[in-house]
């Protein structure tokens, strides 16, 4: 593994030598050309120009080659100062005071080396041919104006490559920053979504466990088939409690065992009343919606044989599984643990979809789900 990591290093290493060397030579080809263009452009009509390319072959190589490295000197002295005002002066703490800096200096680098440059050759060579001095100084002052240019040229690539690097940089911290805190959220919601159908389990256990206790005391065999439904009831529930969504086929399923328990507790005392549309039996809800809505209306509501609760189960076309029970309200009502209606509502907006519609009227309470 170690090896692997080193070979890996290196293969990164070398490409960033790579694109340093690219990055390098394009800016050494723009200094050579723009050092081409502006000396022709400062005087395009000058007779120079013709006689230069009147010149044998050789002449010109040997100026193209001198132009070039003094194109390479001039790129690497701008190059120089920007890396040391990135370091002492970055563009982030004082943008006017860096531009204003940095434009001097290359200003004063680019007269250096023609200084420097010009020394040189007046000390070493020795076959120079008299020249007026106006002619002269008009052709050091084209020099310096020449390599004042190409080095705020390449100041001002570096600075917009610089300045692009940082925001690409700035962009992508940005970019993991908001990743991290998605991340975060989904962990957020799905421990919330975890904890409340944690909340389903013992509520629907002390439900049917309070029934099965008072069945057992009546009528025994009673007690034992409701139990035997429980358990098949709670075994479906375990599988399917730690889902998202589930087939509104399959909640049905769910719904009609869970019916044959309040039946065999309530009795006459509810009436209940399927209908859901072929079409939207392959669509999707929440799983065990169907069962805490039934179980919050028939403990809020009375359930007698005079007067039955009536709960009917349908779809709607606006896709909707909607959950209607007449309002017959308790005399005394009982204290709520807030479970069932609210589990719900708050799933669904953990979720992400649409939070259900809940309406109530003097005879009917409905809750309409949105289907998946």
């Not at 389990?201 to 034992?224: C, R």
């Not at 399917?240 to 309530?266: G, H, M, P, T």
């Amino acid at each position: 593994m170690n090896r692997i990591s080193a070979i890996r290093k290196n293969i990164i290493r070398n490409k960033k030598i790579l694109s340093a060397m690219k990055r390098r030579l394009v800016i050494w080809v723009v200094a050579f050309i723009t050092f081409y263009i502006f000396s022709y452009l400062i005087d395009p009509f000058d007779p120079a120009w013709q006689i230069y390319l009147r010149e044998p072959w050789q002449v010109i190589v040997e100026d193209i080659v001198w132009v070039f490295l003094i194109s390479v000197l001039i790129s690497e002295v701008s190059i120089l100062i920007d890396r040391m005002l990135n370091k002492l002066l970055p563009w982030r703490n004082r943008t006017v005071k860096r531009l204003l800096i940095q434009c001097l200096l290359q200003i004063v680098g680019s007269v250096l080396i023609v200084m420097i440059i010009n020394s040189i050759i007046d000390c070493t060579s020795v076959n120079i041919p008299e020249m007026d001095a106006r002619k002269e100084y008009t052709l050091l002052g084209q020099w310096i104006a020449t390599n004042i240019v190409i080095s705020l040229t390449i100041s001002a690539f570096n600075t917009v490559d610089y300045l692009l690097e940082n925001w690409k940089k700035t962009a992508i911290e940005a970019a993991q920053h908001k990743v991290r805190a998605s991340k975060h959220k989904q962990a957020a919601m799905a421990a919330e979504l975890q904890a409340l159908k944690l909340q389903i389990d013992p509520h629907f256990i002390f439900n049917n466990l309070s029934v099965l206790s008072e069945l057992i005391l009546e009528d025994q065999q009673l007690g034992y088939e409701y139990s035997e439904k429980f358990a098949r009831v709670y075994r479906y529930l375990l599988v399917n409690s730690k889902k998202d969504i589930i087939a509104v086929e399959e909640e049905l399923k769910f719904l009609e065992s869970y019916i044959f328990l309040i039946e065999k507790r309530i009795g006459a005392g509810v009436v209940f009343k399927i209908d859901i549309e072929d079409e939207y039996r392959s669509m999707y809800t929440l799983p065990l919606s169907l069962q805490l809505l039934v179980e919050n209306a028939i403990k809020h509501n009375q359930t007698s044989k005079a007067h039955p609760l009536e709960i009917h189960v349908y779809t709607n076309s606006n896709k909707e599984l909607v959950v209607s029970n007449t309002f017959l309200p308790l005399i005394n009502k009982p204290d709520s643990s807030g479970v069932g209606l609210k589990n719900i509502i708050a799933r669904y907006e953990i979720l992400g979809y649409s939070k259900p519609i809940i309406e109530k009227t003097e005879h009917t309470f409905i809750v309409k789900l949105p289907l998946i």
